[in-house]
């Protein structure tokens, strides 16, 4: 079973800066698509940031000029920098994955979440 552990969450000022990791493994013949998440209080779960196998990435709008989504591909890992934190992303973070186990088959995959709070 293809397992996602995220870490780097936790509470910081506005302003300030968090980088969260997550390492995909067991059983990962190949990744396309890596993706983070993220899910307030009340709300649904939002895209935050994806990056393609080819290395393209997209934003939300919310987010553009302040988060950056990598990836490395050796290590099966994508990371999200958040600077300039604002409250309003307060959220839990949820790392996603396009995973091939073999070769036809293909699914996406979520991480367990962690907790991003930034205080105002």
């Known amino acids: 079973q293809v397992q996602l552990v995220e870490s780097g969450g936790g509470l910081v000022q506005r302003g300030g800066s968090l980088k969260l990791s997550c390492a995909a493994s067991?059983?990962?013949?190949?990744?396309?698509?890596m993706a983070w998440y993220r899910q307030a209080p009340g709300k649904q779960r939002e895209l935050v940031a994806l990056?393609?196998?080819?290395?393209?990435?997209n934003y939300a709008d919310s987010v553009k000029g302040r988060f950056t989504i990598s990836r490395d591909i050796a290590k099966n890992t994508v990371y999200l920098q958040m600077n300039s934190l604002k409250p309003e992303d307060t959220a839990v973070y949820y790392c996603n994955a396009d995973v091939a186990t073999d070769w036809s088959s293909r699914r996406g995959y979520w991480g367990q979440g962690t907790q991003v709070t930034v205080s105002s």
């Open positions: 067991r059983n990962i013949f190949s990744i396309n698509a």
């Open positions: 990056i393609t196998g080819g290395g393209s990435t």
